[in-house]
């Protein structure tokens, strides 16, 4: 069985402005668009389909949707851009962008905007035709780096393993394993886009892209959307659904280009983990679900390492021999993640959906039974922003 | 704070970093305040704040901290290094190591600066040094 070593508990002080948002706030509505190839389809329809879901979700029209938490890769104004789609005049917005991650950020914005009155339905919410349309990244324009023609966002998780690999003796087979784990998860959900069995050998032996990455150490580009509607928790039991509360969230950052990163085995993932946690009350052995940000498999050593699921340089053992997937001791990426299910650019956003609807009792096979609290991590730019939050349901209140 | 005061006039950092390149040129900055090294090139520090800097040749010294292969098809151009190279007054910055098939590039090999040229652009890049035939 797999060495699991209990990580090392760091003391971590939670300001009381944080620790008085811990459960202020819950998630009441849930939606999501079709994944896959919607070619002929824009980012605002997809994001429009998923929008309407997650309203019939909480039982609520747009008109009641009063707070606006929207980002993507494609318009400058986004908040501007779906207040204007919706036929809707909100009495708070937020457009930040800080890469995939940003909607678990928007957790936390939207958390202290119900809680201060400026708002009473926060909608988060995000869509993209990456697949169909073409993959837009972030415009960073010519910097003194693009003489060397890194290959973008590859680039700087293949830089990322190597030194992993180097100094901790992680093994391409260990990174596979993150793969594996990943698809088999997707095979129990019926809305993942890859569901066919694959092997870690399928993995080491796929089409290589940039050392030490092959193509089925990436996500998929998908086209996909999400959204999620949030409310106050003394009105959380007036929807339809189980409420799913926000216990912890933080939000920390290390650099944004590759090369100014402090230590490519260490996330800024070390600090906003203890901190969420901290805030919920709960340590990595109290989460019984984990959604992280597995944009390549890299990602999942990593932050399980970071948020203290196991000791740094353990994370390839950790994942090894069916640890994290289905019948595993951590269920991590139940949806089949980035890697399997979807990815159309920026992920964070169903990390959420899916921690919802595990806490929900909704997800059919992959369901893990009793499910209380779970942990997401969303990951931006180049490993450049991490994002920690934790869920749970009025049980863990 | 320095009792310099800061010139904030004329082309900034970047630009003149990309001119000494043009010269055949490896310069970067030193901050006058807390003498740590400054790169990529900025108008204030990235250590203490200050505004005040002056422009210094590395000693092109460096180790390979972490290396990659992007894979490119041979018409058009093969597989190519991109590494990121940790210089020895600090400062890490992403380069190529030259002289060698890209994969055989490792981590922690010692690599020397020498002011080139990627497809007709120049560049900053790096060859490793044999032992007992060190350049500095």
Known sequence: MVKVSPAKASPVTVSPARKALRGSTAVVGVGLSRFGDLGGRSHMEIMGEAVYHALADAGLGIHDVDGIFASNFVDQLTPLVVAEYFGIKPDFMDGSNLGGSVFVNSLLSASLALSHGLCNVALICYGSNSRSGGFTVPAHGRTIESVYQPRYPIQAYALAAARHMYQYGTTAEQLAEVAVAARQWAMLNPAAEYREPLTVAEVLAARRVVDPFGVRDCCLVSDGGGAMIMVRAERAGDFPNQPVYMLGVSSRTTHNVISEMPDLTVTAAAQSAPEAFAMAGVTPADIDVVELYDAFTINTVLFLEDMGFCRKGEGGAFVSGGN??????????????????????????????????????????RQIAGAELAACNGNGGYLSSQVTAVFGTAATL | MSSNSPDFSGPGPVQMYQDALTRGQFLIQQCKDCGNHIFYPRVMCNHCGSAVFRWVEPTGKGEVYSTSVVRRKAEKGGDYNVALITLEEGPRMMGRVLGMAPDKVRIGMVVSAHVGEIDGEPAVVFYAVEQGNREW
């Not at chain 1, 299910?341 to 921690?355: K, W």
């Open chain 1, 324 to 365: 994290i997937a289905p019948g595993g001791s951590l269920p991590v990426n139940t949806n089949g993640g980035g890697l399997s299910c979807v990815h159309p650019g920026m992920y964070g956003m169903f990390l959420m959906i899916e921690a919802v609807q595990q806490l929900r009792g909704e997800c059919g096979a």
